[in-house]
């Protein structure tokens, strides 16, 4: 195949690491499920296999094209996002370090930070990802070892200046990680902006079909990417076979399912906004958007993800993710489908009481791949 570097999104997202299968010419990487594999001798392994924990063909192909559409030199499969998250958090941090996160962090990023990392000994302080200047007085000197930023972020949309504080993370001594969920690689590219690592849950835009849980990781850095896959091996979380080939299935329509999901959310953007019953549209494709001028700069287009606040609050918010009929109810995000969800009782339950409590009034769309003018009509009669 042509150099990986020469190749468009589209192309390394059909290509990279799928090449035929060389014993029967199958376009599509096979199956590997299998556990353990003959050795040619005690330890002499067959292509390098041996146990499926430590490696799989199947899988191997997924962290290829992992790699190639982040624009990366390595990429790592894991079982879920947030094993991926754990895996680079306890690799790169020791008892006693600290970590800037999110002020609006998604809430199994916060439950693990604050409730399990927490009491293996790790600090955390929350920071607008916004504020370079304030992600900057967040830093801890000495301690800080990761700044650990989502953009857009889970559930407010807001969005970081990735560049901006790759400076700051690295003037520190620190990494900066990008969890490039709501973007996806198609819109969005982390490493080329100054980025340490990338990590995504593969469950939702990559995956893209809500079958099935995984995650990533994406490193450019060599000395990292030889210390997490030692840790993917020792600790575990890996992903099956069958899962690594659902997403490898799902990467191949990213481009053009993401171009329909963009399409879609700026209609029912336009709808949201000009609607009396809401008072506040999130969604970095608009002008007044904080964040606008940012992802402009670095985001080829806006997304998928729409949130709103709706006029009555709490109350008012939980009716309207009652009464829709096209969009379900129903957390995760990314799927061909849409979904509507209220965060504050929902994804990001495990927040409330904490700085990082998002609105009651908030409601959460991950808008699908359906007729754009089928979901705006489902929307205004929900909000009725």
């Known amino acids: 195949m042509t150099d990986d570097r020469a190749l468009g999104f589209e192309s390394l997202a059909i290509h990279a690491g799928q090449e035929p299968d060389p014993l029967t010419g199958a376009v599509v990487p096979p199956i590997y499920q299998v556990s353990t594999y003959a ?66 962090a998604y809430g199994g990023t916060f439950r693990l930070v604050s409730k399990v990392l927490g009491p293996w000994g790790l600090d955390y302080t929350p920071a607008p990802v916004t504020d370079a200047e304030a992600v900057a007085a967040a830093i801890v000197p000495g301690r800080t070892k990761v700044v650990w930023i989502e953009t857009p972020t889970n559930p407010l949309l807001a969005v970081a200046d990735i560049a901006a504080l790759a400076d700051v993370a690295h003037a520190a001594g620190a990494i900066l990680v990008v969890d490039n969920t709501f973007a996806s690689p198609y819109l969005q590219q982390p490493l080329a902006l100054g980025a340490d690592v990338v990590m995504h849950s593969t469950t939702k835009y990559l995956g893209g079909h809500s079958d099935v849980i995984g995650g990533a990781l994406v490193t450019s850095d060599p ?160 909000l009725g």
Request: charged share 20%; glycine share 12%; proline share 5%.
């Open 39 to 104: 050795q040619d001798g005690v330890g002499g392994l067959r292509n390098g296999y041996e146990y499926s924990r430590s490696g799989n063909p199947t899988r191997a192909a997924l962290q290829e094209c992992l790699a190639a559409i982040e624009g990366g030199t390595t990429g790592l499969a894991y079982a879920s996002g947030l094993a991926a998250e754990d895996n680079l958090l306890r690799t790169v941090c020791r008892p006693g370090d600290h970590v800037v996160i999110p002020n609006d």
């Open 223 to 382: 000395e990292l990417a030889e210390q997490l896959t030692y840790h993917q091996n020792a600790m575990g979380a890996v992903p099956g076979p069958f899962d690594s080939w659902l997403v490898l299935r799902g990467i191949k329509t990213l481009g053009v399912r993401m171009d329909r999901h963009c399409a879609n959310a700026h209609a029912v953007v336009d709808m949201l906004t000009a609607h009396p019953k809401v008072h506040a549209v999130l969604y970095p494709g608009l002008p007044g958007h904080p964040g606008h001028e940012a992802a402009v700069k670095q985001m080829r287009d806006f997304g998928g993800m729409v949130s709103f606040r709706v006029t009555g609050g709490e109350a008012a918010a939980l009716e309207v993710c009652s009464r829709t009929k096209l969009f379900t109810l129903g957390e995760s995000l990314g799927g061909v489908e849409s979904l509507i969800e209220h965060p504050h009782r929902m994804t990001h339950a495990s927040a409330a009481g904490s700085p990082l409590e998002v609105f009651d009034d908030l409601v959460r769309l991950s808008v699908g791949i359906e007729t754009a003018n089928d979901l705006v009509a489902d929307l205004e009669q929900a």
